[in-house]
Every structure is written in structure tokens, then in C-alpha cells.
């Protein structure tokens, strides 16, 4: 089953508008939220990560909020631009072992028009 | 740098027929991973290693083989090619220190297509 449950599948959004995209977990024991871009005919990269012992954490027009005792966090694209459109996906792992794997979201497309 | 190679980009086998996917970094990270991706799915854990020498399974294992004689290779074997293993295949690798989270770098994929 799905570790990290991701939601909208598919957002649109006009240029200069707020995508959110949530995520949601259920493991106490993860403690790594990364979040991957994607872009079509590449591999994921990493966009931005946070630890829960901060509630948010911004870089630039991506800022990833964290609601420990909901269990949830969410990317948050301020002034979305057409370069912005790919898909992401939330991840979560357990830092504590040492195999470090992720567990993927299912991922959202965002689709930023001009 | 070239950061993580995968080789071929683009295949279609039939149904039975072998391959190995080829995975390759520069970086010399010591973990390093296989993931397939499918639509609405996200990406699955098939294998992983690490270190050179020692691979363990993920998620989706079964069909599937992996070996990791150096630092640099991770190739993936599938032995006897069935449908349900047409995906797009990511490697991926990283450097983690002893309780460091550090991000994985991802190769372009591998676009499979068993018929």
C-alpha cells in the first residue's frame, strides 16, 4: 500500500497563481519529507526537503509546510510559471536506518498556463 | 560530471527474452537504487545497495535481479520478460554518512516495453 499518499493527480493553474499540492503519512517513524520535479523525459530531482521539527521552510517561490500531529505536509508554488509545470512527488524516509529509502507519493502534474 | 548514465533510453522485447539495464555514477556515491514508475503510481523500490557487494530488495523485487561488483555499476537483470514489467526504470544514487539524509540523484530513465 501507499506509504505517502498524494493528492490532486492533476492541478491547472493560470500564471502568477498558488499550486498546493498535500501529502499525507502515516509512519511516526519517518523523519525526511523531500519533494522531487520531474520533468517529462528526465528523472526526478530534488526541489526541496524539510525535517519535522521545523513547520515550514521556504526557497524562493517553493515553501513546504509540515503539520507534525496531522501527520501531513504540502508544497506550496507561489507565482507559478509556465517553467513550473512538471510533475511532484512527495517522499518520506527514516533517517534512523540505514538503508535510507524513500517512499513516493503518486505524484501531481501541474500544468501552469500562459 | 555526468552524475548517474543509464543505458539503453528506449527498448522493446518480447515476452521471455532477458536484458540488463545499465546503471552507472560518477559521483562516487555508495548507496544506489532501482525504481520502476507507472502511471498514477509514483516510483517503486526494486533494489537497492549499499555498498559494493551487498543489494537488498525493495518494494517490487520479484522478476527482477541486480549485482554490484564496484562502487560505480548497478545493473538490473530481468530473466524472463512478462507485460507487467513494460515501466519506465529510474537508478538513482547518493552519498549518506551515518545519519545524514542526502538527496538522490536520479538517472534519465529507461523506457521498457515488453510485447
Known amino acids: 500500500q501507499q506509504q505517502v499518499k498524494q493528492s490532486p493527480q492533476s492541478l491547472i493553474v493560470q500564471k502568477g497563481g498558488i499550486s498546493i499540492i498535500n501529502c499525507a503519512y502515516e509512519n511516526t517513524a519517518f523523519d525526511y519529507f523531500p519533494w522531487y520535479q520531474q520533468f517529462p523525459g528526465k528523472g526526478p530531482a530534488l526541489l526541496i526537503a524539510i525535517r519535522p521539527d521545523v513547520s515550514e521552510k521556504k526557497e524562493g517561490r517553493f515553501t513546504i509546510s509540515f503539520n507534525k500531529s496531522a501527520k501531513q505536509f504540502s508544497l506550496h508554488i507561489m507565482d507559478s510559471q509556465p517553467g513550473d509545470s512538471a510533475t511532484y512527488f512527495c517522499?518520506?524516509?527514516?533517517?534512523?536506518?540505514?538503508?535510507?529509502?524513500?517512499?513516493f507519493g503518486a505524484g501531481t502534474t501541474v500544468t501552469v498556463r500562459a | 560530471n555526468a552524475g548517474v548514465t543509464q543505458t539503453p533510453k528506449f527498448r522493446i522485447l518480447k515476452i521471455g527474452q532477458s536484458m540488463t539495464l545499465q546503471c552507472t555514477q560518477d559521483?562516487?556515491?555508495?548507496?544506489m537504487y532501482w525504481y520502476r514508475q507507472d502511471p498514477g503510481m509514483g516510483l517503486k523500490l526494486i533494489y537497492y545497495?549499499?555498498?559494493?557487494?551487498?543489494?537488498d530488495k525493495g518494494e517490487v523485487p520479484n522478476g527482477y535481479n541486480v549485482s554490484r561488483s564496484t562502487t560505480e555499476d548497478f545493473p538490473l537483470r530481468l530473466e524472463l520478460a512478462a507485460p507487467s514489467q513494460t515501466s519506465v526504470y529510474f537508478c538513482?544514487?547518493?552519498?549518506?554518512?551515518?545519519?545524514?539524509?542526502?538527496?538522490?540523484?536520479f538517472g534519465d530513465g529507461t523506457r521498457l516495453s515488453i510485447l
Open positions: 538513482a544514487s547518493s552519498y549518506l554518512g551515518q545519519g545524514a539524509n542526502q538527496p538522490q540523484h
Open positions: 545497495s549499499v555498498g559494493a557487494g551487498i543489494t
Open positions: 559521483m562516487n556515491h555508495n548507496y
Open positions: 517522499a518520506a524516509s527514516m533517517g534512523g536506518r540505514r538503508d535510507y529509502k524513500l517512499s
